[in-house]
C-alpha cells in the first residue's frame, strides 16, 4: 500500500470549511484514498473514499487530483466536535482488498471558536 | 446493533502474566484485524484476518497470537506480558471483496506493570 504524508496540524475557525491535504504521490492505479478521523482516543471512524472522482457524503467531500498523486478533504462547515486527528490512507481496493488499514501520524485538526 | 465490541475496556496485567483481548462482531463481516495505538502515535497493525481460519501478521505481529475459529471473534492473545506492550488495543472489522468503511470497536486498554 502506497504512503501517505500529511501535515501535523492546522487549525480551523468554527463554522469555516476546513481542508486537510495529504499527498500520496506512489499510489497505484489500483488504490483507493480512505480518510478516517479519531476523536479522543476513541476508535476511528470512517468518512470518506474514493478512487479517481470526487466524492462527496453527508459528513464531507472529498478532492482527488487528475494525476491521484494528492487529495483533500473538505469539512464544509467544521464544528467544534470536528476537532479530531485525521488519518488519510491509501489501500488496494476489489478482489485485492485484505480490508487492513495501514495507518500514518495523520493531521491533528483543532477547530477554534 | 452492536457492531463490533472489545472486553475487556480497561485491564492491568503484571509482567509476564498472559491474557486475551476478545473482540467480536455481530456484522457478518469476513475481515477483522487488531491494532495497538501507543500515546501520540497512528494506529499499527498487529494481525489481520480476511474469513474464519485464515490469519496473517500485520507490521508489529511479536508477542501476539490470533485465531479465527468463527466469523464473529477475533480473540487477540497476549502470551507474556512486556511493558512495552501497554497501549491502546483497537479491533475492527468490514465486509469482504468490495466492502468500503472499516466499522472500530472503542478499545482496550491495557497496562502492564
Known amino acids: 500500500d502506497a504512503k501517505t504524508t500529511q501535515p501535523t496540524s492546522m487549525d480551523c475557525a468554527e463554522g469555516r470549511a476546513?481542508?486537510?491535504?495529504?499527498?500520496?504521490?506512489?499510489?497505484?492505479?489500483?488504490?483507493?484514498?480512505?480518510?478516517?478521523?479519531?476523536?479522543h482516543s476513541q476508535g476511528p471512524q470512517y468518512i470518506i473514499h474514493g478512487l479517481k472522482n470526487n466524492e462527496t457524503n453527508e459528513m464531507a467531500s472529498l478532492i482527488i487530483t487528475e494525476d491521484r498523486k494528492s487529495s483533500t478533504l473538505i469539512l464544509p462547515h467544521a464544528t467544534l466536535r470536528d476537532t479530531a486527528v485525521y488519518y488519510c490512507i491509501v489501500r488496494v481496493g476489489g478482489s485485492s482488498n485484505t480490508g487492513k488499514?495501514?495507518?500514518?501520524?495523520g493531521t491533528t485538526l483543532q477547530v477554534k471558536p | 446493533n452492536a457492531g463490533v465490541t472489545q472486553t475487556p475496556k480497561f485491564q492491568v496485567l503484571k509482567t509476564?502474566?498472559?491474557?486475551?483481548?476478545?473482540?467480536?462482531?455481530?456484522?457478518?463481516?469476513?475481515y477483522m484485524s487488531w491494532y495497538r495505538q501507543d500515546p501520540g502515535m497512528g494506529l499499527r497493525l498487529?494481525?489481520?484476518?480476511?474469513?474464519?481460519?485464515?490469519?496473517?501478521?500485520?507490521?508489529?505481529?511479536?508477542?501476539?497470537?490470533?485465531?479465527?475459529?468463527?466469523?464473529?471473534?477475533?480473540?487477540?492473545?497476549?502470551?507474556?506480558a512486556a511493558p512495552s506492550q501497554t497501549s491502546v488495543y483497537f479491533c475492527a472489522s468490514s465486509r469482504g471483496?468490495?466492502?468500503?468503511?472499516?466499522?472500530?470497536?472503542?478499545?482496550?486498554?491495557?497496562?502492564?506493570v
Open chain 2, 46 to 80: 498487529i494481525h489481520y484476518s480476511v474469513g474464519a481460519g485464515i490469519t496473517d501478521q500485520g507490521e508489529v505481529p511479536n508477542g501476539y497470537n490470533v485465531s479465527r475459529s468463527t466469523t464473529e471473534d477475533f480473540p487477540l492473545r497476549l502470551l507474556s
Open chain 2, 16 to 30: 509476564g502474566q498472559s491474557m486475551t483481548l476478545q473482540c467480536a462482531q455481530d456484522m457478518n463481516h469476513e
Open chain 1, 101 to 105: 488499514l495501514i495507518f500514518g501520524q
Open chain 2, 97 to 112: 471483496t468490495g466492502g468500503t468503511e472499516a466499522f472500530f470497536g472503542q478499545g482496550t486498554r491495557l497496562t502492564v
Open chain 1, 18 to 39: 476546513a481542508n486537510l491535504p495529504c499527498n500520496h504521490s506512489t499510489i497505484s492505479g489500483n488504490e483507493y484514498v480512505y480518510w478516517y478521523r479519531q476523536i
